[in-house]
């Protein structure tokens, strides 16, 4: 990693502290080295300027090239991230904007800024990213786009299907398979619907998100959100398999017993199968035991392409946990994985429907 200080940033923070944290010297000016203004973007995968002031996002809109940071931005020829941060008014001016437009136009990414207390004590849109929305931002910047074209649809997380206005029955999926999904999709330059039941995860950025609670609630988003131009559809979401016959209108009286009637829900996976025009359906299947035969046979028996086995009572695997081990199912056959982050399960799920799609 390469860091370049401008003038102002020189005025905030040392360039020692930068030269120590990357471990590599820190660029100031542009007679630092002969040729730094075309050495240092040539030799670089992606280019992220964080903060981006007002001044650097005219700079860059424009072709102005007086310093070190804003003439390798002429010269580099890769992807950018910028993270703009300044006062909401100086953000919210009309010129500042019509730059940003400019520079969206041509291809750059922008993350941020957030709403929230500014520096100058004042509130408003112009808070720095956090650190994991600038680094989600550049791996989507760096990520080959072998998926782009696609349109992905992805459920996450569990659904709640409620007895009273205040009680439900529901899961333990804290959405992080699916979100891993969306991610992996979205970076490698797919257009991604999440569709999600409520999880405590941050929406991912570049996805178009659909929030949704009870199975018939993602039963409408997935039939309305998968039209003919869908590639893809995952259903990573743990869906009720049964629901209360009735939701009573008000809380229920507490008694000594209550029953409550369970009947099975809508499966969502076999309305998409059923269609004629369908996309590419990949299930999972969350078992307990080493159930693989029982997952290959809903996956004929729900007609999909694909299905990822996961033993959700294996350590380190399924519900809410960072990692899974899974067997991937199609037709051709099965693929078991080591215990890996549900962001390589991603890949390799992703990997698979791309040598089994046409
Ligand atoms: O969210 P996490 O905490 O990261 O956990 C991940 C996970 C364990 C939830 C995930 O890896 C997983 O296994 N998801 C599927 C859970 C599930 O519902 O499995 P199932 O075997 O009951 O269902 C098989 C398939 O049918 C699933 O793709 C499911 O989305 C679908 N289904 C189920 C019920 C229903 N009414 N309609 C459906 O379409």
């Known amino acids: 990693m390469s860091v370049i200080m ?10 020692l502290s930068l030269e120590v944290a990357s471990r590599n010297k820190v660029y100031t000016s542009l007679f630092d080295a002969p040729m730094a203004h075309i050495d240092l973007p040539a030799k ?20 102005i090239a007086d310093d070190l940071l804003s003439t390798c931005l002429l010269s580099y020829q890769g992807s950018v991230v910028i993270a703009p941060s300044m006062n909401w ?39 720095l990213s956090e650190t994991a929305d600038i680094v989600e931002a550049v791996r989507m910047a760096v990520t080959k786009k072998d998926l782009s074209g696609k349109k992905i649809l992805v459920t996450a997380g569990p659904t709640r299907e409620y007895i009273d206005p205040v009680r439900f029955i529901s ?14 999709a ?64 008000a809380k229920l009286e507490k008694s000594e017993n209550v029953s409550v009637t369970l009947h099975k829900a809508d499966d969502i ?3 998409i199968t059923g269609r004629s025009n369908r996309p ?35 350590p380190g695997a399924g519900f809410e946990v960072d990692t899974n081990r899974v067997v991937i199912i199609d037709r051709k056959g099965r693929t078991a994985t080591e215990l890996l982050s549900k962001d390589s399960v991603a890949d390799m799920v992703l990997d698979r429907f791309l040598e089994n799609s046409p």
């Open 269 to 271: 996976i076999s309305h």
């Open 89 to 127: 008014k100086m953000y919210e001016n009309k010129v500042l904007q019509e730059n940003l437009g400019k520079i969206r136009a041509r291809g750059v990414l922008q993350v941020g800024p957030e709403k929230g207390p500014l520096a100058c004590g004042e509130e408003g849109p112009g808070r």
């Open 280 to 314: 590419f359906v990949i299930g999972f299947a969350a078992e307990t035991g080493n159930n693989v035969d029982r997952a290959e046979k809903k996956m004929q028996k729900k007609n999909m392409d694909m299905i990822v086995f996961n033993d959700v009572s294996e």
């Open 186 to 249: 979205r970076d490698r330059g797919a257009e991604v619907t999440l569709v999600s039941g409520p999880s405590s995860l941050k929406t991912p950025l570049g996805v178009r998100f659909v929030s949704v609670e009870t199975s018939e609630e993602m039963l409408d988003a997935v039939t309305s959100e998968t039209g003919d131009d869908t590639t893809l559809l995952i259903m990573a979401a743990a869906v009720a398999d049964f629901k209360p016959g009735e939701r009573a209108s």
């Open 44 to 63: 670089a995968d992606v280019m992220v300027i964080a903060p981006a002031t007002a001044n650097i996002i005219a700079k860059f809109a424009n072709g």
């Open 6 to 15: 401008t003038g102002a940033a020189g005025q905030f923070i040392t360039p």
């Open 171 to 184: 899961n333990r999926s804290s959405g992080k398979m699916g979100y891993a999904l969306a991610m992996a």
